[in-house]
């Protein structure tokens, strides 16, 4: 029988299967970082367990570092949590990327970076945008503490299967539209609740038109609409990408990973459980304007009035985050006036998401009222760019240029909004407080944030005219 | 785990639907490295302003205090994948929550920590919340082993997957039980057909 590419990857981590349980499965890969874990070491130290296979387990340090260049954690609660794990990492013997390591980064980033991120692999982490990984055509998806805790002990989890979902994006993307607006027009599309249970494979022209880079973009936001995962095949570009990365397998290993690998996409006449097709052809760039991702439009449209919706909880639930966004029903997105941007975020921090904000930056100035900075999502991200002189062309607007982290997607370290402050931010969640108490965010692309922080407030891309970058340019 | 067979208790109607765990509780919170402690900042952002002065929100309302039972609306739990909100919910009091739907992750988190999330139907949670709502608190009983709610007219009944049930009944370490798989585990590491991942260390 035709096989989905989800069907492939559950069977074949399939270690125990009775009648009425969940399957037990196999995680490959557990990464880990330091908010999530330290209960789950606890346990393990309470129950006197040991990690089964440290060897499959990779840590990193990202959501409470602060992004100053070198970086000093002030907050003693912080500072504790980050101690403990370095002093777990130590205790079981797991891999991490510290603070003072030249390759740390978010752990989204750093994951494909390092190569650890493969096709056909199951990958959890105690946190919900692990549905990055996806993009590889991974099964990837966000765990609780006690789920990272049962990995760490048996390696293995109980899950339920989830529904497979076909999401095919299908259409030329336009000029100006980039990756984070056709995910947040899906989101807008089928709702924050819209894939709840199911693992969402994107397919289709425009998804196999991607980059990389672009795709784990994708990947990174199917939990906004409440996907357990989101996937894509895995092909050439995926192969090119993994290929010659520390961890990704070297010489006649790389060739047979890649002929397993390609056996991994969907057979033809697979059936999904559910099927739903988007044309982009006409998908204008995306600004949200409410307090969840899925209250979003395009930048040419308004702020929506609660009048409009369908039923009297969507009249209310627009009138709250209408009230917390301090926006008036009918008010041109465009003319929406910012006080911060903020490029980052394990969505939108990698090299290609810097070069795209730095064309259109390039020989402007920030808006003298709007503070605006980049977080680059690792390391050597960071390192890449300056080589690439990118800082040079962001420092030189008025961006302020930091080191690698979560920073201000969530605003653990000491990146935060004040009450009140207006954000156009790259990153996943307009949540209430996301982004420090009383912050409002609104989440675009790094193509208009950037192009947000030079005319202070939001502009149509489309109609912004990008500049070329020196040396090695890039050709999107 | 404390085993959860039949729970009486006063409901708490939270009338808002995409619920998040940003506003279960709030980042900040998280730094913390116990199991134990985070009731006081559940809902933290509505229930009191930033100087620790209570606001105006139904849970710092006299009647619903004591509250064990939350009702919320669709997809409650969205968001991130924190543990700290079921933690948060536990440790304030609560042991059954009662909604439309719920957030994948955070559903799952619930069993871990006893706490029952019962998914019904819209028209069913809508009666609920106007009998919630009213002047007089609502107490309910919810009984798990039979798998229906009493004290709102005629008993509810509700499906919950067996395994999960029966853990929450008896109060199961989950790790526990795996571990008894571990020779099907040692077999399926041994016969792993790709045997070209590189150990990451």
């Known amino acids: 029988m035709a096989k989905t590419m989800l069907d492939k990857i559950w069977e074949d981590h399939v270690v125990a299967r009775s009648p009425g349980e969940p399957d037990l499965i196999y995680i490959d890969l557990h990464l880990v970082h330091e908010v999530t874990s330290p209960q789950a070491f606890e346990g ?29 954690v002030r907050d003693p609660i912080a500072r504790e949590q ?118 969402v494979e994107y397919t289709g ?105 369908r039923a009297p909880e969507e009249r209310l639930a627009m009138e709250r985050a209408l009230a917390y966004m301090g926006l008036e029903p009918g008010t041109p997105l465009e003319a929406i006036p910012l006080d911060r941007v903020f490029i980052g975020s394990c969505t939108n921090a990698r090299l290609e998401d810097l070069r795209l904000a730095a064309r259109a930056v390039r020989g402007r100035r920030v808006a003298p009222h709007v503070r605006a900075m980049v977080v680059p999502g690792s390391e050597l991200v960071r390192r890449a760019a300056e080589a690439e002189g990118l800082d040079e062309i962001f420092t030189q607007a008025g961006f302020e240029w930091r080191h690698a982290g979560c920073s201000m997607c969530l605003g653990m370290n000491p990146d935060i909004l ?32 950037a192009a947000a922080a030079i005319a202070g407030h939001f502009v149509d891309v489309r109609q912004w005219e990008l500049s070329d970058l020196p040396a090695r340019g890039m050709s999107a | ?45 509505w229930r009191f302003e930033p100087d620790g002065r209570e606001r105006e929100f139904p849970l710092n309302e006299p009647r619903y205090r004591e509250a064990t039972i939350l009702l919320a609306r669709r997809n409650f739990g969205c968001g991130s994948s924190r543990e700290h909100a079921p933690w948060a919910l536990l440790d304030y009091g609560f042991r059954v929550l009662v909604a439309p739907s719920f957030a994948d992750i955070f559903y799952n988190n619930c069993f871990q920590n006893g706490i029952l999330p019962v998914v019904l139907p819209e028209a069913t949670l809508d009666d609920l919340f106007v009998r919630a709502s009213g002047p007089e608190p609502l107490t309910l009983e919810v009984d798990l082993p039979a798998q229906v709610i009493r004290g709102a007219g005629e008993p509810i009944p509700f499906e919950i997957d067996e395994f999960r049930k029966d853990a929450l009944i008896r109060g199961l370490d989950e790790i526990g039980r795996t571990l008894h798989a571990s020779d099907l585990i040692d077999a399926y590491e041994k016969t792993r057909c790709q045997d070209f991942l590189a150990p990451v260390h």
């Open chain 2, 1 to 45: 785990m404390t085993p959860l067979t039949v729970h009486r208790g006063r409901v708490f109607p939270l009338d808002r639907a995409d619920v998040d765990t940003d506003q279960i509780i709030p980042k900040q919170f998280l730094k913390r490295i116990q199991r134990t402690g985070f009731g006081q900042f559940l809902f933290y952002d």
């Open chain 1, 418 to 449: 004040r009450p009140g402050e207006r954000c156009a931010s790259t990153s996943n969640r307009n949540f209430e407080g996301r982004q420090g108490r009383g912050g409002r965010t609104h989440l675009v692309s790094p193509l208009m944030a």
């Open chain 1, 44 to 72: 393990m130290r309470a129950a006197g367990r040991r990690v089964r296979r440290p060897e499959r387990t990779f840590a990193t340090e990202d959501h409470n570092v602060p992004t100053d260049p070198v970086p000093v």
């Open chain 1, 205 to 309: 022209e425009a998804i196999r038109a991607l980059s990389m880079e672009e795709r784990m973009t994708v990947c990174n936001m199917s939990i906004e609409m409440g996907a357990r995962a989101g996937m894509v095949a895995p092909d050439e570009t995926t192969f090119r990408y993994v290929h010659g990365r520390p961890f990704a397998p070297k010489g006649k290993d790389f060739d047979r990973a890649v002929a397993a690998w390609s056996r991994l996409p969907s057979d033809p006449g697979a059936v999904y459980d559910r099927v739903e097709v988007i044309r982009i052809e006409d998908l204008a760039p995306q600004v949200t304007w409410g307090t969840h991702p899925g209250m979003v439009g395009p930048v040419t449209g308004r702020v929506p009035d609660p009048s409009s919706a």
């Open chain 1, 82 to 199: 980050l101690e403990a794990l370095e002093a777990n990492c130590r205790e079981f013997g797991i891999r991490l990327l510290d603070m003072k390591s030249p390759e740390r980064g978010i752990v989204h980033v750093v994951g494909p970076e390092q190569g650890l991120t493969q096709p056909g692999m199951t990958i959890v982490c105690g946190d919900s945008h692990t549905s990055t990984h996806g993009a590889f055509g991974a099964l990837a998806f966000g765990i609780g503490t006690s789920e990272v805790e049962h990995v760490l002990a048996t390696q293995c989890l109980r899950q339920s299967r989830p529904q497979s979902f076909e999401v095919r994006i299908e259409g030329k993307r336009p000029q100006g539209v980039t990756a984070k607006d056709i995910i947040l027009g899906v989101i807008g599309r089928l709702t924050v609740s819209g894939a709840q249970g199911t693992v």
